[in-house]
């Protein structure tokens, strides 16, 4: 793997990281306080190292596919639309405050991280490997959102 391309992976994985959140902690004792939560809700400290961590995996498993020699385009361009739809989502849910549109976002980027992985999968077993914990928390975050929604409109 290309360390010059891990760096990248690493900078723009960050990146949209930091940038959702800068829009995620302002409404976390705030708005996100005020709203009826299921009690499978996890405690607020947990969100920050899960997310390091996921967007870590995420830039490994970048770098991976960029660095293969069996790279293809359309693998690529499916992780930078799910990346996209990643910071959309901050933006709906905590941003703008907009619990049930966010919740249609974040089943599009639960679909977007599964094609995503399987696009990844004949390129670099690992790299496809390396989205599961994603895709099982952001499965497990769909439905916190659902909840969300139910209990609070």
Known sequence: MSVKKLLISLVICLTIAYAGSA???PSIMTWYATLHKPFFTPPNYIF???WTLLYLMMALALAKVWSSQKKNKQAL???F???GLNFVWSLVFFGLHLPF???TFILLLWAAIFITAKLFLPIS??????????LLWVS???ILNLAI???NF
């Open 125 to 134: 077993r690992a790299a496809a490997y390396l989205l599961i914990p994603y």
């Open 101 to 103: 549109i966010a919740f």
């Open 81 to 83: 639309g799910q990346l």
């Open 140 to 142: 497990y975050a769909a």
């Open 48 to 50: 920050g190292p899960v």
């Open 149 to 151: 929604v139910i209990m």
């Open 77 to 79: 361009q499916s992780f």
């Open 23 to 25: 829009i995620t902690i």
